[in-house]
């Protein structure tokens, strides 16, 4: 085991094309070729992270928020971030962070708060435009299925909460084979139509090259005949937030309450009550406050998030609630589902949690 397949891992469940352009996932620090000696995930790698990787024998740490987030132009110990960077060089501890491509998952840091809240029917509160793109290749008839089930098997074709979509159409296809060619079917130098199936799927961008690869090895052709093309449809299980619904409606004093119990507040900042039952629910872990416009459209009660600014909470307009939990209250659960997916993956291998609150944020009473 080494830190590159723990780096690949994760990549194959957030990659890192999901990430937003301002961010920095991915391997920080360290070398991809070291043997790993353990994992400790966390939410940020700030010095007292580092040192417990050190004191706990775990030479990789797997953190939500990226240490180095700008540029760094010194290394001198002056802040934290560079007191990190020291640290986990000095000792060899690999740094992988893995951001907005786990917030852009459905299934990721708001699929955990989705989970503490009990919200059924989520979908992506904003879906991420620009990722998808469709395969069109044409095959003999008589190959078409051991071609599509593995284009399937690769990846393509999931719309949403189906699986295996796709369009077949048949047709007649025409080649002259020249010379040095080694044709399948047809002769050299004699014009050659063969009865063909169209076949088209959809899939992720970042899947291009596992597609094309399942293409070509399924395929009887010398030269295969295809097409990609980029998709303006946004992925549907991709993006920014999340919505949902309660199972059952409550009063907004009830779901201010299930806040503070599920997320161990001592405060929530929040816009005026609306004095309407509250049912559809949106939120987005960490700053958020960019989504209150689609969280308006999607005619939500509530919008849970953090970091909102004092102006920002005039745009509930009276609508609906936003609810302000913080940073870090908000995506504390995303430790617990790095250490999960990583012991699903690496079962004989340590997986901790770090035991070190790293919420800048204090309040007094």
Same mark, same amino acid.
């Given at each position: 085991?080494?830190?590159?397949?723990?780096?690949?891992?994760?990549?194959?469940?957030?990659?890192? &094309?999901?990430?937003?352009?301002? !961010?920095?996932? =991915? *391997?920080?620090?360290?070398?991809?070729?070291? +043997?790993?000696? $353990?994992? /400790?995930?966390?939410?940020?790698?700030?010095?007292?992270?580092?040192?417990?990787?050190?004191?706990?024998?775990?030479?990789?740490?797997?953190?939500?928020?990226?240490?180095?987030?700008?540029?760094?132009?010194?290394?001198?110990?002056?802040?934290?971030?560079?007191?990190?960077?020291?640290?986990?060089?000095?000792?060899?501890?690999?740094?992988?962070?893995?951001?907005?491509?786990?917030?852009?998952?459905?299934?990721? &840091?708001?699929?955990?708060?989705? !989970?503490?809240? =009990? *919200?059924?029917?989520?979908?992506?509160?904003? +879906?991420?435009? $620009?990722? /998808?793109?469709?395969?069109?290749?044409?095959?003999?008839?008589?190959?078409?299925?051991?071609?599509?089930?593995?284009?399937?098997?690769?990846?393509?074709?999931?719309?949403?909460?189906?699986?295996?979509?796709?369009?077949?159409?048949?047709?007649?296809?025409?080649?002259?084979?020249?010379?040095?060619?080694?044709?399948?079917?047809?002769?050299?130098?004699?014009?050659?139509?063969?009865?063909?199936?169209?076949?088209?799927?959809?899939?992720?961008?970042?899947?291009?090259?596992?597609?094309?690869?399942?293409?070509?090895?399924?395929?009887?052709?010398?030269?295969?005949?295809?097409?990609?093309?980029?998709?303006?449809?946004?992925?549907?299980?991709?993006?920014?937030?999340?919505?949902?619904?309660?199972?059952?409606?409550?009063?907004?004093?009830?779901?201010?309450?299930?806040?503070?119990?599920?997320?161990?507040?001592?405060?929530?900042?929040?816009?005026?009550?609306?004095?309407?039952?509250?049912?559809?629910?949106?939120?987005?872990?960490?700053?958020?406050?960019?989504?209150?416009?689609?969280?308006?459209?999607?005619?939500?009660?509530?919008?849970?998030?953090?970091?909102?600014?004092?102006?920002?909470?005039?745009?509930?307009?009276?609508?609906?609630?936003?609810?302000?939990?913080?940073?870090?209250?908000?995506?504390?659960?995303?430790?617990?589902?790095?250490?999960?997916?990583?012991?699903?993956?690496?079962?004989?291998?340590?997986?901790?949690?770090?035991?070190?609150?790293?919420?800048?944020?204090?309040?007094?009473?």
């Amino acid at each position: 085991m080494n830190i590159g397949q723990v780096a690949r891992y994760l990549e194959t469940l957030a990659p890192a &094309v999901l990430q937003e352009s301002y !961010d920095n996932a =991915g *391997l920080l620090t360290g070398d991809p070729s070291w +043997p790993c000696s $353990g994992i /400790l995930c966390a939410l940020d790698a700030t010095p007292q992270v580092v040192e417990e990787a050190i004191h706990r024998g775990a030479n990789c740490i797997v953190a939500h928020h990226p240490i180095i987030f700008g540029g760094l132009k010194k290394i001198t110990g002056k802040n934290y971030v560079e007191k990190s960077v020291i640290l986990a060089i000095r000792h060899d501890i690999a740094i992988y962070a893995i951001h907005t491509n786990l917030d852009n998952l459905l299934s990721g &840091v708001n699929g955990r708060i989705a !989970d503490r809240l =009990g *919200l059924i029917n989520r979908k992506v509160l904003s +879906p991420k435009p $620009g990722l /998808l793109m469709k395969l069109f290749c044409f095959v003999p008839v008589a190959h078409l299925e051991k071609l599509r089930s593995a284009i399937f098997e690769a990846g393509a074709g999931h719309i949403g909460n189906y699986s295996d979509c796709g369009f077949v159409a048949d047709g007649t296809g025409s080649f002259k084979a020249g010379e040095g060619a080694d044709p399948f079917v047809g002769e050299i130098g004699k014009l050659h139509e063969e009865k063909e199936s169209r076949f088209e799927a959809v899939f992720p961008s970042y899947l291009l090259n596992a597609v094309l690869n399942a293409m070509r090895e399924n395929h009887p052709y010398e030269e295969i005949a295809y097409d990609v093309v980029s998709l303006a449809n946004p992925v549907p299980d991709i993006g920014s937030g999340l919505v949902g619904e309660l199972p059952h409606s409550m009063t907004e004093a009830a779901f201010l309450e299930l806040l503070k119990s599920q997320f161990g507040l001592k405060v929530v900042r929040h816009t005026a009550l609306t004095g309407k039952p509250v049912r559809k629910v949106a939120l987005c872990g960490g700053a958020g406050s960019f989504l209150i416009s689609n969280a308006l459209r999607a005619n939500v009660d509530f919008f849970v998030t953090a970091d909102v600014k004092y102006h920002e909470f005039f745009d509930a307009n009276g609508q609906m609630v936003i609810a302000d939990i913080g940073h870090y209250e908000s995506e504390q659960f995303t430790i617990d589902l790095l250490q999960q997916v990583l012991q699903q993956k690496f079962h004989n291998f340590a997986v901790l949690k770090t035991g070190a609150i790293t919420n800048p944020i204090n309040y007094y009473f």
